[in-house]
């Protein structure tokens, strides 16, 4: 980069490029464009003033932070982050999609896709696109705005994976988005998000535990819905000295995050009670309720160890035999949870176990945990069925030094080139130091046949988890004063881990004549 002195050109390289790079922290900041003259340019003149006289701050005038400015640096920057995107896609041997659609703030329909590919020996995730949708989101139609965006950029033969929410959309069997994929791409696997079945076999419960639920709506929505209440019982909790002061609101939508909301009424139900007791509100019988009470403890701790499992299936770079052990270890605390509950034992619920103290609970409460863990159960392998692990025939690919795969599911040469593996320290040493996915991709050179297999099975998302984080970018950066802004080159800077190359911007924007 040039050094700033008094050579005007020098001056005018180095102010436009640092408009492009003030540019790229609006964006990854999700600030509104206005910023840049409003606060960023001014400031920094303060700033240099200060520190550094007039001579600097001239300097600083120079640099083209309008609004309209950084509209166009954020589209050049996204621009040149999509080619180096595609390009390095099309030198991989194979990727993989997850998609998810929602509405933003203006309730107009977008399609986020995520891509998984290999580039310089390793796995690389990224926003391949966002595509505004029409107000019919039907199976045809969102294959119709991928199509339209991959047929020109990539090779849908290459795409070996598509994960999606399960939406009737998306996988409907003659129409869905996948089978219009699998069309096109013959290898393509398709996967329904682990999270989202995790949530779904979660919901499923009882009619006694229902109704606490519907009970702490009901407290909630008293306490919430009413300024004047929720400040009063906000004083309340101060004065009875509580650790939290409020309540959380419960939502539907996200149906684990009552959890949070359940706990949050637990501990506070001393206050509640004195609160709604002080209201007349028949609301606060419950809170004098040992049973009640006792429901409400075990709903807390269920929803807790649920959510605990809903987070550690989130995360990037996962692999389907990663997150397929984790639901299968909560499938087998769940059957084990049900024959401690059968012995009186509760202590695993430790909520419940502290409310019940010493007492042993009444038989029929002990039959209730037990009925809704066997429930719990029953809904893990509807949506997690044992008999179609995607483990299964398939460990040797996350140990080829220690696991044997069934000799009928492999062709010769890909038996031949496992144990050739099997019996190699150095690549065992690789193994021990790298990722499952890096290591395979550096045994590719060596044993094509064996690695394409392994790498197939591992590219393609476990999860649409990049899309659900991709969707709260979108919510954060269309806030109601911006609903008209083109979110796709604001919402590809702002999440792409590729860094634009700031010397061709300059240089390509210089050779235009700079605005």
Known sequence: MSRLNNNGSAIKENALRASYLVANRIAKAKKPFTIGEELILPSTKDICRELLGEAAVKKVANVPLSASTVTRRIDEIAEDIETQLLERINTSPWYALQVDESTDIDNKAILLVYVRYLYQEDVHEDLLCALSLPTNTTGAELFKSLDGYISGQLKWSFCVGICTDGAAA???????????????????????????????????????????????VKVINHIKANALNSRLFEQLCEEMDTEHRCLLLYTEIRWLSRGKSLSRVFELREPLQRFLSEKKSPLAAHFSDKVWLAKLAYLCDIFSLLNELNLSLQGKMTTVFKLADKVAAFKAKLELWGRRVNRGILDMFQTLAGILGETEPERSFSQLVHDHLSLLLEKFEHYFPTTKDPRTGKEWIRDPFVNKPDECSMSVQEEDQLLEIANDGGLKTVFETTTLLVFWIKVMAEYPEIATTALKSLLPFPTSYLCEAGFSAVTATKIKQRNKLDISKTLRVSLSPITPRWNRLVAEKQAQGSH
Not at 172 to 184: C, D, F, H, P, Y
Not at 191 to 216: G, W
């Open 170 to 216: 998306m996988t409907g069997q003659l129409s869905g988005l996948t089978a219009r994929i699998k069309e096109v791409a013959p290898e393509c696997e398709s996967t329904h998000c682990i999270i989202h079945r995790e949530m779904l076999a979660s919901r499923k419960m009882s009619p006694e535990f229902n109704s606490v639920l519907n009970d702490v």
